[in-house]
Each structure stands twice: as C-alpha cells, then as structure tokens.
C-alpha cells in the first residue's frame, strides 16, 4: 500500500468509526516495497543468479550475454528498473493461462501460439521451443483474445508453476 492509497481509504471512511488495530496493520504496510509482476523467464533468471551468488549488477551484465530473449525484454520500456526492483524488493510470477474450447474434442481444443510463424492455432496442449500453450492475459489481449475470459464457451486454467 502507498501513501495516496492509504490517504484515500481514510478519507472515503471519514464518518466511519475505525478501530486502532486496523489503522496499524495499515500503517505497517505503508513502508513494504509492493512486490513487481515479472515473466517466467526473468524469474527463472534472477533465481538462477541469486543461486549462483551473483549481486545485482552482475546479474543485469550477463543478460546480454547469456539470455537473448531476457535481453531484449531487458531493454524495453521501463524495464531495466522493474528487474531492479524484483531482485531487490521480490516479485511475484506473471500468471501463465491455458484456454480451451469446450465441447470440442478434449485433445485438440487448445489455443495454441506458433512463434516462429506468428499464428494461433486450435491444437493439442504439447507445448515443444516453437509452440506456445500457455499465454499470459497481456498476450491474449495484445493477439484480440481478451474475450476469452468473459465466454461461457471457453474453459480458462490457470497454470500453477513447477
């Protein structure tokens, strides 16, 4: 929680009555650093180097040397900063979703994502380096599949990680 979203709850509570108890535990989050949002790929990376004993810098280093796809995610947008502030304050994995359509032959009924071709397809859910089954809701929204959320003909599943 920060400072303007604290000061918004009390004022939106201004003739509530307020126990003591609940404006500490507010007050205790107030100074955590919130956790970034970050891809599969870039946690697997800071895990890696965090095992490794690498400091921040070395780890930021290394990404052009080792990690082609982690590099140009690197440097785009903001995103040098964001891998600072999940190495320093943590993070938490962007969630990873499989989307199948229901009534449709259980085997072949998944959207599928073929990289090197640029396509969506409806297939298997076998995910091999060319074939992406698992999208997060950016790249579904981004490809014209952000309904598939909200049709009562899709079964949407949440992937857990390894």
Same mark, same amino acid.
């Given at each position: 929680m920060?400072?303007?979203?604290?000061?918004k709850?009390? #004022?939106? $509570?201004? *003739? =509530?009555?307020?126990?003591? +108890?609940?404006?500490?535990?507010?007050?205790?989050? @107030?100074?955590?650093?919130?956790?970034?949002?970050?891809?599969?790929?870039?946690?697997?990376?800071?895990?890696?180097?965090?095992?490794?004993?690498?400091?921040?810098?070395?780890?930021?280093?290394?990404?052009?040397?080792?990690?082609?796809?982690?590099?140009?995610w690197?440097?785009?947008?903001? #995103?040098? $900063?964001? *891998? =600072?502030?999940?190495?320093? +304050?943590?993070?938490?994995?962007?969630?990873?979703? @499989?989307?199948?359509?229901?009534?449709?032959?259980?085997?072949?009924?998944?959207?599928?994502?073929?990289?090197?071709?640029?396509?969506?397809?409806?297939?298997?859910?076998?995910?091999?380096d060319?074939?992406?089954?698992?999208?997060?809701?950016?790249?579904?929204?981004?490809?014209?599949?952000?309904?598939?959320?909200?049709?009562?003909?899709?079964?949407?599943?949440?992937?857990?990680?390894?």
């Amino acid at each position: 929680m920060n400072k303007q979203e604290l000061i918004k709850k009390y #004022n939106n $509570e201004c *003739f =509530a009555t307020i126990s003591t +108890d609940e404006v500490l535990e507010d007050l205790k989050q @107030l100074d955590e650093p919130q956790k970034v949002v970050v891809p599969q790929f870039v946690a697997d990376w800071i895990e890696e180097c965090k095992n490794d004993d690498f400091h921040l810098f070395g780890a930021m280093e290394a990404i052009s040397l080792n990690q082609k796809k982690l590099d140009y995610w690197f440097r785009e947008d903001d #995103n040098m $900063e964001l *891998f =600072a502030r999940a190495w320093l +304050d943590g993070y938490e994995k962007e969630k990873r979703y @499989l989307v199948r359509i229901i009534g449709i032959t259980n085997y072949n009924s998944y959207l599928n994502y073929h990289k090197e071709e640029d396509k969506w397809t409806i297939e298997s859910r076998v995910e091999i380096d060319a074939i992406r089954t698992e999208h997060t809701r950016k790249q579904l929204e981004e490809a014209g599949f952000g309904w598939v959320f909200d049709c009562e003909g899709i079964e949407i599943e949440e992937v857990e990680d390894e």
